[in-house]
Nanobody, 120 residues
């Protein structure tokens, strides 16, 4: 069974920083591309940042230069360092992982989400 467990959300003032973590678990599974998405109030879920197993990253334009995604493959963990936070970054943040096992592709799995609130 695959599980993604996020942590690190919370409340912060504008200009502050938070670091999100997501640990992926599941015996016999491998986690390929991983990423962070968010759903802001009243909006659809959107990609924030993604990272491949080799470390290639891409970011939404709105977070470039402020957020950094990284991963520790040995720990099946992906991080999102968020700096210079803005009120518009307020959202529920979700971890995502593309799961495979052997030659089988199980598609994308999602965490439960962690809330980030940025006050002005």
């Amino acid at each position: 069974q695959v599980q993604l467990a996020e942590s690190g959300g919370g409340w912060v003032q504008a200009g502050g920083s938070l670091r999100l973590s997501c640990v992926a678990s599941g015996t016999g599974f491998r986690f390929d591309a991983m990423g962070w998405y968010r759903r802001r109030p009243g909006k659809r879920r959107e990609v924030v940042a993604r990272i491949t197993t080799s470390g290639t990253t891409d970011y939404a334009d709105s977070v470039k230069g402020r957020f950094t995604i990284s991963r520790d493959n040995a720990k099946n963990t992906v991080y999102l360092q968020m700096n210079s936070l803005k009120p518009e970054d307020t959202a529920d943040y979700y971890c995502n992982a593309h799961v495979v096992s052997g030659r089988y592709d199980f598609g994308d799995y999602w965490g439960q989400g962690t809330q980030v609130t940025v006050s002005s």
